[in-house]
T-cell receptor, first 114, second 111 residues
Framework: GQQLNQSPQSMFIQEGEDVSMNCTSS?????WLWYKQDPGEGPVLLIA?????ELTSNGRLTAQFGITRKDSFLNISASIPSDVGIYFC??????????????FGKGTLLTVNP | DAGVTQSPTHLIKTRGQQVTLRCSPK?????VSWYQQALGQGPQFIFQ???????QRGNFPDRFSGHQFPNYSSELNVNALLLGDSALYLC??????????FGPGTRLLVL
């Protein structure tokens, strides 16, 4: 099935460093979402973006909805050990709620060295 | 307020068997979606239920079927299991105004 192009595949950083990951698509999405998944758990919603150009923050996390509606990025500032996990981007063609399926990227594995 | 719950947490089956997985949505949510997540991959959309009917379906064979009950809970059934059906099965609930929240998943192993 279709998946979004998410990069990088993995990152290994030192505690306190900033992190950036992004997601691109060949087609337009009207909603972009970022999830974090810990081993053996389901994805947990971090940030939801509903409007092209929108920049949204959630604590140390900042995400942007690309102007072309074909991309999004997630930044994590001042990383801490509990940021370890797999980060997924997801796109929906519905603007807002759960009326449409989500298409996911393959994920970015983040490792933080204390 | 409980979030999305799923049962069982883990399941082992053999090829050819049938399996039923269950999901209870978050309180206030009326839409339930099911996803399959293979190891090292992102979740893949199976189908979505709303008002007890299948509203959308992904690229999965008819061996995958589902049901939604009047209380919005849902079941995923997989018939004639194949080795390739081994995966984490995720349920997500939401509304048409609120995005999807995921449950912890059911880990299915087919031997």
């Amino acid at each position: 099935g279709q998946q979004l192009n998410q990069s990088p595949q993995s990152m290994f950083i030192q505690e306190g460093e900033d992190v950036s990951m992004n997601c691109t698509s060949s087609s337009i999405f009207n909603t972009w979402l970022w999830y974090k998944q810990d081993p053996g758990e389901g994805p947990v919603l971090l940030i939801a973006l509903y409007k092209a150009g929108e920049l949204t923050s959630n604590g140390r996390l900042t995400a942007q909805f690309g102007i072309t509606r074909k991309d999004s990025f997630l930044n994590i500032s001042a990383s801490i050990p509990s940021d370890v996990g797999i980060y997924f981007c997801a796109g929906s063609r519905w603007s807002g709620g759960s009326n449409y399926k989500l298409t996911f990227g393959k994920g970015t594995l983040l490792t933080v060295n204390p | 307020d409980a979030g999305v719950t799923q049962s069982p947490t883990h399941l082992i089956k053999t090829r050819g068997q049938q399996v039923t997985l269950r999901c209870s949505p978050k309180s206030g949510h009326d839409t339930v979606s099911w996803y399959q997540q293979a190891l090292g991959q992102g979740p893949q959309f199976i189908f979505q239920y709303y008002e007890e009917e299948e509203r959308q379906r992904g690229n999965f064979p008819d061996r995958f079927s589902g049901h939604q009950f009047p209380n919005y809970s849902s079941e995923l059934n997989v018939n004639a299991l194949l080795l390739g059906d081994s995966a984490l099965y995720l349920c997500a609930s939401g509304t048409d105004q609120e995005t999807q929240y995921f449950g912890p998943g059911t880990r299915l192993l087919v031997l």
